[in-house]
Each structure stands twice: as C-alpha cells, then as structure tokens.
C-alpha cells in the first residue's frame, strides 16, 4: 500500500474563474425606491383597515353592557328574558363573522392594490 493522493481542500466562496481563481461574489441588488413606498402605503392601508375592524368590533360590544342595563333585568325574578339570551348569545357571532370577512377581504385587496404597481419596474 502505497502513498495515495489526497485532494486539497478548497473554500469556494464564488464561481469559478477561467484563471482557476475564485470570482468576487455577487452584490446583493438594493431594493427599489419606490417599492418603499409602496411598503409605507400597505402599512397605513393596514392600520386603517384594522383600526376600522376594532372600532367596528368595540362599539357594540362595548355598548352591550349598557343595553343589558337598559333591559328589565334587575327587577325580574331569577328568570331572565329571552332577549337577554339573545342579545348575549347569538347577536354578537354575526356580526364578528361579518366584521373579520370584510377585514379580510380588505387586507387581501390592500396587498394586491399595493404590489401590482411595484411588480412592473
């Protein structure tokens, strides 16, 4: 057994040049200007669009205690009135399906409007 030839090792770090030597690598291309602003816009279309969803969402919900106050409860027996039950358990899951479709559907139409014209350089 004799002596037997290891390669060397190499680092290659870029393609290979015709020399044998190893190129610079690529520079990484910088981001657009104007795709910057299309960010910015998205992010502000975005915090309205959920700002307008909490505000949709909190003006009931919050306004439920003061319907509930509102109601002959307080003065009834240990019976409470079916609108009660009404205005507690099926009213609200509507109108929460309701208001995160929309936000949704908003979002999505958001991103859209936003990245047709920055795909087009």
């Given at each position: ?44 279309r ?68 936003t ?7």
């Open positions: 057994m004799g002596e037997e030839s290891v390669p060397r090792r190499e680092v290659v770090t870029g393609r290979p040049s015709p020399d044998g030597g190893t190129t610079a690598p690529r520079p990484v291309p910088l981001p657009h200007p104007r795709s910057d602003l299309g960010v910015g816009q998205l992010m502000q975005q915090l309205r669009a959920g700002l307008v969803a909490l505000a949709l969402l909190g003006t009931p919900l919050g306004l439920l205690p003061v319907l509930l106050r509102i109601l002959p409860l307080a003065d009834a027996a240990p019976r409470v009135p079916l609108a009660a039950w009404i205005a507690l358990g099926v009213a609200p899951y509507p109108v929460l399906l309701a208001i995160g479709a929309w936000y949704v559907r908003r979002a999505e139409r958001n991103e859209t409007d990245a047709a014209p920055t795909e087009h350089p």
